[in-house]
Structures are given as structure tokens and as C-alpha cells.
């Protein structure tokens, strides 16, 4: 099974509307990374959130962690186009703080 | 500054070559990752440069191998080329303090044919 796990897979939403995905851990989080990708692209820094509690947000994007949960949860407010594009969670489940474990990422689509 | 930079950028190569792909990270970061990326499998850890000394590796076969320069330069390299390695191939630089982050290149894209 997935070590973390994203959902939902795929997300279609009309623009202005708000969205909220999530990415859910079976292991201890050390560190727990939002990445947007557009395909065959790179990978785009979003939020890092380290404590349980910890909220960040930049823009329209609020990111959260749940330390009890083991899950982090991204809002996205009012969606734009721009929003589209591939979320991906990773994650230090090793506490080696020398590799992300990565979710399988959600597809973000908004419609004008 | 400069960010993570990956060259080449697309690579078309035939079974059995071999390859060698280069990342150049963000000056101060001496530590360098390497992933792999396919539509099955989605992101998965190669390995992990600091100071010229691997780290850390994923569950990849002997095939793929990796090195950093003193100047904190990695390349990967990846012999015998089977057609599942077509793939995007993604590498990170970090601090490597606690909370430092990781920063993404644009990525290799190597087909293998």
C-alpha cells in the first residue's frame, strides 16, 4: 500500500469555487511538502508544514497539518486557471531528512 | 539566484546505451536527490548526494548509479537502457538543515526506444 496517500485522484472544479485536497500518511511525518506540477514539467515549490497545528498559506492557497491525523489538507479559495495543474504531497517519513516520499498526486482541472 | 538546473532536457536514447544525466544545484546546497517519474509508478526516490557521499538510495537495481563533484555537482547515470526507464527524471537541492526545504529542477525527460 501507499505510504502516503492523496485524495480524491482527480478534481474538476468551475472557477471561483473553493477545493480542498488532502494527503494522508501511514508512517510519522518528519516534514510534509506541497509540490504543483504541471505535466512533464518540474516540480514547484507550494507550503512546507513541520508541527502538528501548523498552518501556512501564500495567495488563495492554505495549507494544514494534523500531526494526530498523520494529514496535511491544501484549501485552494476562489480557483482560478491558473490552479490547474498536478498536487503533490511528499513527505520525510524517515526522520533522515535526506528524501521525500511522494503521493501519487491529484489533477486539479478548473473550468473558466 | 540561479535555481536547480538539469541537463539535458529531453534525451532519446536506444536499449541497452547508456546514459548520463547532470543536475547543478542551488549555490550553497551541497546536498542533491535524484528521482524518477512515470505515469505508474509516480515519483520514486534513486538516491541522495551530500558532500560527495551517497546518503541514502531507493530500491532501484544496480543500473542506476549516481555521483557528486566537490563542487556540488551530481550527475546519474543509468547502463544497460530498458524501455521502462523512459521516464522524467527530476532532481533536488537542499540545504539539508532541518526544515531547509527541497527545490526541484525542470527535469530530464530521457524515451528509451
Known amino acids: 500500500s501507499q505510504e502516503l496517500e492523496q485524495s480524491p485522484q482527480s478534481l474538476i472544479v468551475q472557477e471561483g469555487k473553493n477545493l480542498t485536497i488532502n494527503c494522508t500518511s501511514s508512517?510519522?511525518?518528519?516534514?510534509l511538502y506541497w509540490y504543483k506540477q504541471k505535466y512533464g514539467e518540474g516540480l514547484i515549490f507550494l507550503m512546507m508544514l513541520q508541527k502538528g497545528g501548523e498552518e501556512k498559506s501564500h495567495e488563495k492557497i492554505t495549507a494544514k497539518l494534523d500531526e494526530k491525523k498523520q494529514q496535511s489538507s491544501l484549501h485552494i479559495t476562489a480557483s482560478q486557471p491558473s490552479h490547474a495543474g498536478i498536487y503533490l504531497c511528499?513527505?520525510?517519513?524517515?526522520?533522515?531528512?535526506?528524501?521525500?516520499?511522494f503521493g501519487k498526486g491529484i489533477t486539479l482541472s478548473v473550468r473558466p | 539566484k540561479a535555481g536547480v538546473t538539469q541537463t539535458p532536457r529531453y534525451l532519446i536514447k536506444t536499449r541497452g546505451q547508456q546514459v548520463t544525466l547532470s543536475c547543478s544545484p542551488i549555490?550553497?546546497?551541497?546536498?542533491v536527490s535524484w528521482y524518477q517519474q512515470t505515469p505508474g509508478q509516480g515519483l520514486q526516490f534513486l538516491f541522495e548526494y551530500f558532500s560527495e557521499t551517497q546518503r541514502n538510495k531507493g530500491n532501484f537495481p544496480g543500473r542506476f548509479s549516481g555521483r557528486q563533484f566537490s563542487n556540488s555537482r551530481s550527475e546519474m547515470n543509468v547502463s544497460t537502457l530498458e524501455l521502462g526507464d523512459s521516464a522524467l527524471y527530476l532532481c533536488?537541492?537542499?540545504?539539508?538543515?532541518?526544515?531547509?526545504?527541497?527545490?526541484f529542477g525542470s527535469g530530464t525527460r530521457l524515451t528509451v526506444v
Open positions: 549555490s550553497g546546497h551541497r546536498s
Open positions: 508512517k510519522t511525518l518528519y516534514g
Open positions: 511528499g513527505a520525510d517519513i524517515t526522520g533522515a531528512n535526506s528524501k521525500l516520499t
Open positions: 533536488a537541492s537542499s540545504l539539508a538543515d532541518r526544515g531547509s526545504g527541497y527545490t
